[in-house]
């Protein structure tokens, strides 16, 4: 539906605006009280107006679109200077949204490391994602612990260069 709003649809633009609001009224209600959180609602809906040129089709939408949110919400809570709390019988509701955001993360993060060659990958994966020493994957590899630094640095640059030309879809 952004797609075609964005190519001029004007239904399906505001079909697609009456869907996010049902879905960020409940965002906002979890974590403000809901005179408050229908304001936000109303401010993130213009956020995402006044900045639908800069969603990329090749990204995920709800990432871009909760993105929106939370900085909607950060700006709420510093204008009312609180914090938000969350009953605890409602608390794992957040957890649950926290691990689509995860599982989203993993597999942007996969996608990313398809386009390094095998050998970069395995180093990335192993130094950046699972946490082993530089020392450990020297060895393991027959490699010296500079050219490991090297190679892995190497592949993050690749990888950024990648995001920023926009070769990451």
Not at 12 to 27: I, K, M, P, V
Request: charged fraction near 30%; aromatic fraction near 6%; charge should be positive.
């Amino acid at each position: 539906m952004m797609l075609a709003g964005l190519a001029g649809d004007s239904s399906a633009y505001r079909t697609l605006l009456g869907e996010l609001t049902r879905h960020l009224r409940g965002y906002c209600t979890r974590r403000l009280s809901p005179d408050v959180a229908e304001d936000v609602v109303q401010e993130v809906l213009i956020g995402i107006h006044t900045r639908r040129g800069t969603y990329d089709p090749g990204q995920p939408f709800t990432a871009w679109v909760y993105g929106i949110a939370r900085y909607k919400l950060i700006d709420e809570f510093r204008r009312s200077k609180r914090r938000a709390t969350v009953p605890l019988d409602d608390a794992i509701g957040l957890f649950a949204a926290d691990e689509v955001s995860a599982a989203t993360a993993k597999r942007d993060v996969e996608k990313l490391l398809t386009k390094l060659p095998e050998s970069k990958r395995k180093l990335l994966r192993a130094v950046k994602l699972e946490g082993q020493s530089v020392a450990e994957v020297a060895q393991a590899t027959s490699m010296s612990e500079s050219s490991v630094k090297v190679a892995v640095h190497r592949a993050l640059k690749s990888l950024g260069d990648d995001l920023r030309d926009g070769d990451a879809n």
